[in-house]
């Protein structure tokens, strides 16, 4: 259980680009200028390229994904038999719940990232 | 009546359930086959059969040599059209794993009187290799969970962007072999460790063998073994199936490696390899002691010896490890795989392998972009692992967890996490469509128990309440299950979108958006390297930044300064700063290297970006000060410019007569 645990968070902060933090040393979130009023926005998603990021975003990705993978876990508890009923039902919809959040930001993510995705 | 006669027709073809289940399977097997070998045929469709990229030229071009002048021949190449002046020893310095199985293909086809010519056969070893692979995870499946996990691993990894990537038809290049060779001596060492079969062992070698033969990633494997038989010995799992593996694996593995002279002594004599030695006299310790245990009957002298046994050893290891590494005879890591360890090495150190961009950190979206819902399912595999923990599983997760760690390091190493993320992905796949589909089928048998059993009042409510769940779950089972295929569809829309518009760029002909709208195919390179080779005379020698060397000797046929290999840093820091000097200075260089021509590739018109040339110059002549190059740290190149940027070699070169050039009507020139 232990080992898991610490498993988890290693994917955790691998997958969010914990190493590209520490070499590149983005900042933790962008900045833009608008043009019209020249008040400065902040910008949450570095644009232009795939291979690149800011720290929030990595930090946000990442948790969206071990929420996806703790989702599945937890449908799998859901269907053993040695729990109460109420147990398994709460076990099932907290499960279903995870997985269909942590999809659908994640695609959200993607789409705002990358402009032309899936055209 | 008509019932009767169609199922009498139908008899002959009528199988058993156990046959239903191997046709099932044997054509889901056939159909993954051609669907991973299709998807990688974008770029031939678009373009032509040519091969991409810088590194594959060098590969077609030794490809061609092995197969016009033969075996020993390629092997003891002196090539003196690449490094002028120094030449380089082809048959010494590359790993000939991707050329062989090339030409050997070659020859079967020529055999079999199919007159194709070798650069077809170049273009499509990858898909070939990729198709080979998919049936390998089907097996690996198979020997780790059960044969649906099998197929569905086959499946995930036969569109997994992650390998496409470097498997496309015209990525000529090592990896598109090697992962092939990769997955199958995993295979093979895990078949053996299960059985415990001295065959099976020396599979695994010869599996290993073809690896490094093909890949200078080998080292992965050489580390990843010795490091999980030790995970297996410290966790108790020692057993004579584990030693008769790994002794054969490594031994006959090791000799047969050192076949290749591009890696030579390196398994005894290089740090990176020493782990598989340390761990292969642990083994012998552990079978000595076994073999103590089972002499001796009295457990608290058998302790005893343990302890004193494994201090020695372990002090004997580290002795012998240290005086290695002072005399000198056991060189340290190299810089390539210290970098993997220590992230910042390559920043601060070794400009030149910092500056590849395949190189760079991993960031969220190279992961999203590669894996997309594989990066669920990896964490939920790991836990289903977990829970059936075999020797199997450990190694599958062992893969999984280092492959990851390094493919957040460097992005190119996304393709070596590949495989196990999908094997781990495919074991959460199946084991929750089993559960589903476990549920599914469970209300008849329990309505069948619930009528031949008795019924008492309390097992009547109790069997009421759940029949009333009943049809709840098996609903909501089936729901799940369509959400389940559901996300599997988006995962192959995604991999076929990301394949179709970021993978299948040939890098040599690029193409853009015109100003209508229609597509601009630039071929400026093949054509500079095909008016090389028609116009200037056959002993002429270019000179050009690194990156197009291999280009320039395979298709314009011409001797180069500096080529893609980058062995010699000094060289390529020469023709640095002969790009970064003025004029006068450059040209000193230029006469002193013996050069005719210079290529340089400009991007101002069409808003091409390129690459540090400052940093890996000035890395060998202090001469050499980026800051002289910028104003206030920012990059211009117009009238604002400083004066060493605008008198530089390369900024005359590029920006010959520019302003001569219009760019759009009524847009002032240059």
């Keep these: ?119 | 009546m008509s019932n009767s006669s169609t199922s009498d027709l139908l008899k002959p073809f009528k199988l058993k359930t156990k046959q239903q289940e191997l046709l099932i399977r044997v054509s889901i097997l056939c159909l993954v086959y051609i669907l991973a070998f299709i998807t990688r045929l974008f770029s031939v469709l678009r373009y032509e059969s040519m091969i991409h990229e810088f590194d594959p030229y060098f590969n077609y071009r030794t490809t061609l040599y092995l197969t016009q002048h033969g075996f020993y021949d390629f092997w003891n190449w002196f090539d003196y059209e690449s490094w002028y002046p120094l030449g380089r020893i082809v048959g010494g310095t590359l790993y000939p794993g991707l050329m062989v199985t090339a030409a050997l293909i070659y020859r079967l086809l020529h055999f079999l009187r199919f007159a194709v010519h070798i650069r077809e056969v170049c273009v499509l070893t990858a898909p070939f290799f990729a198709s080979n692979t998919t049936l390998v995870a089907y097996f690996f499946g198979k020997e780790i969970w059960d044969s649906g996990a099998g197929l569905v691993a086959a499946i995930l990894i036969a569109v997994c962007p992650g390998y496409i990537s470097r498997s496309v038809a015209g990525s000529y290049d090592n990896e598109g072999v090697a992962i092939f060779a990769l997955l199958f001596t995993f295979f093979l060492f895990v078949k053996a460790v299960n059985k415990g079969s001295l065959a099976w062992g020396l599979a695994s070698a010869f599996g290993y063998f073809y690896m490094v033969s093909a890949w200078g990633g080998y080292v992965f494997i050489i580390n990843l073994i010795p490091l999980y038989v030790l995970v297996l010995l410290i966790t108790g799992r020692y057993s004579m199936r584990l030693y008769v593996a790994y002794n054969c694996m490594y031994i006959l593995g090791m000799l047969l490696a050192m076949q290749i002279r591009f890696v030579g002594f390196q398994h005894v004599q290089s740090g990176e390899h020493m782990a598989a030695m340390g761990v292969f006299f642990l083994m012998q310790v552990f079978y000595f002691l076994d073999w103590v245990k089972h002499m001796l009957s009295d457990t608290k002298l058998f302790q005893e010896f343990l302890r004193i046994t494994v201090t020695c050893a372990v002090a004997a290891g580290g002795i012998a490890l240290g005086v290695g590494m002072a005399s000198g005879y056991i060189s340290p890591w190299t810089g390539r795989f210290y970098s993997l360890l220590d992230p910042t090495y390559a920043k601060d150190h070794i400009p030149i392998i910092a500056s590849v961009s395949e190189h760079q950190p991993t960031a969220w979206s190279s992961f999203m972009f590669d894996f997309h819902i594989l990066l669920f399912l990896f964490p939920a595999g790991l836990y289903f692992c977990f829970k059936r923990l075999s020797d199997a599983t450990i190694f599958i997760v062992m893969y999984g967890l280092t492959s990851v760690y390094f493919a957040g390091v460097m992005v190119r190493l996304i393709l070596v996490a590949t495989p196990a993320v999908c094997l781990i992905s495919a074991i959460a796949v199946s084991a929750t469509v089993k559960n589903l589909t476990v549920l599914l089928r469970s209300k008849n048998k329990v309505a069948q128990i619930g009528s031949t059993k008795g019924t008492s009042s309390a097992k009547a409510s109790s069997k009421a309440s759940l029949d009333q769940s009943q049809p709840f779950q098996k609903n909501g089972a089936m729901a799940l299950l369509f959400g389940a295929f559901y996300l599997l569809s988006r995962y192959a829309t995604h991999c076929t979108w990301v394949t179709s518009e970021a993978y299948s760029s040939p890098s040599i002909v690029l193409a853009a958006r015109g100003a209508h709208g229609n597509r601009v195919i630039f071929d400026d390179y093949r054509e500079a390297y095909f008016w090389l080779r028609q116009n200037t005379p056959p002993d002429a020698k270019v000179m050009s930044w690194w990156d197009y060397g291999y280009q320039i000797t395979a298709m314009g046929n011409r001797t180069v300064i500096v080529d893609n290999n980058t062995w010699n840093n000094t060289h390529i820091a020469t023709v640095g700063r002969a790009m970064s000097s003025y004029e006068d200075e450059a040209y000193e260089i230029i006469r002193s290297l013996d050069v005719d021509y210079v290529l340089v590739v400009f991007g101002g018109v069409t808003g091409y970006s390129s690459d540090d040339i400052n940093k890996i110059g000035g890395g060998v002549f202090p001469v050499i000060k980026e800051p002289d190059y910028l104003v206030n740290g920012e990059y211009r190149v117009d009238k604002g410019a400083a004066p060493k940027m605008l008198n530089c070699l390369m900024y005359k070169l590029s920006y010959y007569r520019f302003g001569e050039m219009m760019t759009e009507y009524g847009k002032p020139p240059g």
């Design chain 1, 1 to 119: 259980m232990t080992v898991f645990s610490l498993v988890l968070l290693t994917y955790f902060m691998v997958v969010s680009g914990f190493v590209y933090d520490v070499i590149v040393e983005p900042p933790g979130i962008g900045s833009t200028q608008d043009p019209a009023t020249g008040a400065v926005r902040p910008v949450v998603f570095l644009p232009g390229r795939v291979n690149g990021q800011y720290i929030i975003e990595g930090l946000s990705s990442g948790f969206m994904f071990v929420l996806g993978g703790i989702g599945i876990v937890l449908l799998d508890l859901a269907l053993d038999k040695n729990r109460a009923r109420s147990v398994k039902v709460s076990y099932a919809i907290a499960g279903i719940s995870s997985v269909v959040i942590a999809y659908v930001m994640t695609t959200l993510f993607i789409r705002i990232k990358i402009p032309g995705y899936l055209r």
